[in-house]
């Protein structure tokens, strides 16, 4: 096979599988934020609970660790207990408990590890345990159609170079009371002849970066946001806006904060927002 052909294909297979990641993450309620990363990485996993048990909340989360993935360090969350499980060196599970995460609320675990050099599709089964109910989320993508307990998938591999660009401009915090959920607005074009997937966004002055869509007087929790080749996205009030929760004491009126945005083939974007006064001046 010639080398175009061989990257072509590579691009191709790549593209079916973020298919079936990015359908098994709109269905799960336990999904990582950052489903791509390349062999033999450094890599730290933020295992998204997506919601409770109907209606119940969340009170334990057991992560199962793959035999490849070496190396795992958990971080302790606060207001719950951190244990691990381990097989012969290494961590094969690691479980928090004892907090309480209600139904309509979401959270972040974290697991920072060492990825295997090979490529290929690495499943970490979760066990979410509420107070009423529990769910074990360690189904694999099916051949066709959507899994009823989808895992959490992390998809390695090596991606060919993607002549995607994308840039943001624009870009604030609206700063409140440090126990109020800041908003976050800027605009995002994709300047390159192929669509992207907006699957992450983080910072420093948040404990938690979420997308969100205001619909109906609510909002919608927004897991991956596409965006087609050439197009231009606005996060403004009253439509797409982030959500900083549990905020930092940096955000506040004035200061430039770094907001790292993470898509699909490997692509990261940082871009400094500037806070502003709860008037947005």
């Known amino acids: ?18 298919l079936v990641l990015m359908a098994s993450r709109a269905s799960a309620h336990v999904t990582l934020a950052q489903p791509l990363a390349l062999p033999a990485a450094q890599y730290v996993g933020h295992f998204r609970v997506g919601h409770g048990c109907d209606g119940s909340p969340t009170v334990s989360l057991r992560i199962e660790l793959p ?42 675990f974290t697991i920072a590890m060492t990825l295997p050099a090979r490529e290929g599709q690495l499943l970490f089964p979760a066990r979410q345990t509420c107070q009423a109910g529990e769910e074990y989320w360690s189904e694999p993508p099916p051949p066709t159609g959507k899994a009823k307990y989808p895992a959490p998938i992390l998809l390695v591999a090596s991606a060919p170079p993607s002549t995607a660009k994308v840039t943001v ?54 897991m991956a946001l596409d965006v087609a080749a050439g197009e231009t996205v606005r996060f403004a009030p009253g439509g797409y806006h982030l959500m900083c929760m549990d905020t930092k004491p940096v955000l506040k009126p004035g200061a430039q904060i770094p907001v790292t945005f993470r898509f699909t083939g490997g692509q990261v974007v940082t871009a400094n927002f500037q806070a502003r006064n709860a008037a947005g001046k």
């Open 1 to 18: 096979m010639r080398l175009g052909n061989s990257i072509l294909f590579h691009a191709i297979a790549i593209g079916v599988l973020l």
């Open 67 to 108: 035999p490849e993935v070496a190396d795992a360090a958990p971080e302790p969350l606060q207001g719950w207990a951190l244990s691990t499980e381990r097989e012969g060196g290494r961590i094969k599970a690691v479980t928090w408990k004892g907090g309480v995460l209600p139904a309509d609320q979401r959270a972040l």
């Open 169 to 222: 401009t624009d870009g604030w915090f609206r700063t409140l009371p440090a126990s109020v959920p800041s908003g976050g607005y800027f605009t995002l074009h994709n300047d390159g002849d192929k669509p992207l997937t907006l699957t992450d966004v983080e910072s420093p002055a948040c404990g938690m970066l979420m997308m969100h869509k205001s619909v109906n007087g609510g909002m919608d929790h927004v």
